[in-house]
């Protein structure tokens, strides 16, 4: 935790987590584990956004979804049709202004949970 971060990681990575989860959950996907459940790939990727928007506040939503594809690109990640952890394809795996709009909700989302937690 830095001086200008009012909570941990940890906790802001929960909050974003838990809120993706519910949004996709509104779509109509309920594939989403609670933060409790998810593997460490899945808690170390929502760190890792926390981690980039609040060493880099002036990112917007596509810059959060290049650093999100990027850090999957380095995990051996794909462009898939489906969401596989073990076939390490996603259909998100595109660039910003190709995913369809309610998918770059999550961006706008997660980067505004951050901003509301990490800054005073």
Not at 7 to 16: E, F, G, L, P, T
Not at 24 to 46: F, M, V
Not at 89 to 117: N, W
Request: hydrophobic share 40%.
């Amino acid at each position: 935790m830095t001086n200008e971060t009012r909570y941990d990681i940890d906790d802001i990575a929960k909050v974003c987590h838990e809120a993706n989860r519910a949004y996709c959950a509104a779509l109509g996907d309920l594939s989403q584990p609670a933060w409790s459940e998810a593997p460490d790939w899945q808690k170390s990727s929502a760190r890792a956004g926390v981690e980039f928007h609040i060493a880099n506040p002036g990112a917007g939503p596509e810059a959060s979804h290049e650093s999100w594809y990027a850090q999957k690109v380095a995990d051996g990640w794909v462009y898939g049709e489906t969401k596989d952890p073990e076939a390490k394809t996603h259909p998100c795996m595109v660039a910003f202004d190709l995913l369809p709009r309610e998918q770059q909700a999550k961006d706008f989302i997660f980067r505004s949970i951050v901003h509301a937690m990490a800054h005073d």
